[in-house]
T-cell receptor, first 114, second 111 residues
Framework: DAGVTQSPTHLIKTRGQQVTLRCSPISGHKSVSWYQQVLGQGPQFIFQYYEKEERGRGNFPDRFSARQFPNYSSELNVNALLLGDSALYLC?????????????FGPGTRLTVL | GEDVEQSLFLSVREGDSSVINCTYTDSSSTYLYWYKQEPGAGLQLLTYIFSNMDMKQDQRLTVLLNKKDKHLSLRIADTQTGDSAIYFCAESGPGRRALTFGSGTRLQVQP
């Protein structure tokens, strides 16, 4: 069975641009979460979506937005990119959106902002 | 708020046991996880433990939980060079949708 897939693998943007990252969850999983991992740190929670609705949001500015589609795939959008947005963006899927649902991570998209 | 702390670095010889430690602050933490991250890769779930357990064993991995001290450890028996990676401790609890991660412990296995 395929795991969580993310695209693109790498991305280079300049300050002020906008970026869209994509994630496909494990088949049968209905929840997707997004995390930002800055070099040398642990992942930080950005969003969780379950059944196409936002169920949780971390401490990130409104420049960050996301959505989940009827097939449970998800997009993360970041507007007006800053140098500090350079990071590995990780998508995790889980069966449901509950506490007991283990999150499985994809390989990530590495975003570099110049 | 929730906080998870780990030591930054651990070096062991191949064949020895490795013990990676983690402390957390939230007494309501319900699930505690260990993830492994190899260079340039995503996070691989290794194991998890529910807060009403004090030990869980899975092949070479043993997780110990001291809920009173809010201390979690991961023991890797017979450590191999392929175990070299960054290990993250994470926790979640009631009413929270997200995992809270530590900063990771880099395990270096020397031949």
């Amino acid at each position: 069975d395929a795991g969580v897939t993310q695209s693109p693998t790498h991305l280079i943007k300049t300050r002020g641009q906008q970026v869209t990252l994509r994630c496909s969850p494990i088949s049968g999983h209905k929840s997707v979460s997004w995390y930002q991992q800055v070099l040398g740190q642990g992942p930080q929670f950005i969003f969780q979506y379950y059944e196409k609705e936002e169920r949780g949001r971390g401490n990130f500015p409104d420049r960050f937005s996301a959505r989940q589609f009827p097939n449970y795939s998800s997009e993360l959008n970041v507007n007006a990119l800053l140098l500090g947005d350079s990071a590995l963006y990780l998508c995790a899927s889980s069966l449901g959106g509950g506490l007991a649902d283990t999150q499985y991570f994809g390989p990530g998209t590495r975003l570099t902002v110049l | 708020g929730e906080d998870v702390e780990q030591s930054l670095f651990l070096s062991v010889r191949e064949g020895d046991s490795s013990v990676i430690n983690c402390t957390y602050t939230d007494s309501s933490s319900t699930y505690l996880y260990w993830y492994k991250q190899e260079p340039g890769a995503g996070l691989q779930l290794l194991t998890y433990i529910f807060s009403n357990m004090d030990m869980k064993q899975d092949q070479r991995l043993t997780v110990l939980l001291n809920k009173k001290d809010k201390h979690l450890s991961l023991r890797i028996a017979d450590t191999q060079t392929g175990d070299s990676a960054i290990y993250f401790c994470a926790e979640s609890g009631p009413g929270r949708r997200a995992l809270t991660f530590g900063s990771g412990t880099r395990l270096q296995v020397q031949p």
